[in-house]
């Protein structure tokens, strides 16, 4: 069933592509469904000129499988299309899921318009539901995990350490009873900390699947 919703919020947000703009490229298997309906959109020639920015290596590979164009330093992406792990009804979200908050949060912030794609089981009242993805250098990283723990998180590697980002880093996985802006400061402030997976204030649309239909919300 949330396949469904995924395609269906995908198939909407598609719509909105038109030839010659500059894309944001999500990562997750909603983003995957997107990517492929934009690649046969691209290979049919019925949308021409795009360029997009990939988040992940792997979206990167998808995206270039189609002939879609990517570079990695632009200005002005028209949209960035991406999945969420938890969204609220203000649009703000937690991501890193997959592991390329860090990608996923310049390319947001640098987008003149930021659509969330997602399945309906991904809605939450208030950001906590979902583990808060962190991504530190693999430096001092113990003592790293140590200090995010003393801000009230019970804190894991992902796989042991055994997951590394496309950046090199480790994801460290932290239960909060809470997440808002004050936490993501917080947690920036610590030395080896590069991101955090709280994306506040930067959605300007949700297209959240419904079945096979598709709910599109205005932030
Ligand atoms: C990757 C992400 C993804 O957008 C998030 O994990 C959602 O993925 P999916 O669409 O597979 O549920 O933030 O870092």
Known sequence: MFEEEKRAAAMEAIKH???GMKLGLGTGSTTRYFLDALGELVKSGKITDIIGVPTSKKTEEIANSYGIKTVNNINNIDIDFDGADEFDPDGNLIKGGGGALVREKIVAYNSKNVFIMVDSSKFSEKLHKFPLPVEVIPFMEDQTLSHIEELGAKCTFRDNKKFISDNGNYIIDCRFDYTDTGLEQKIKMIPGVVE?????????????GNGNTCEIIDI
């Open 17 to 19: 592509v038109k030839s």
């Open 196 to 208: 955090v997976g709280i994306f506040h204030n930067i959605t300007t649309k949700i297209f959240k």
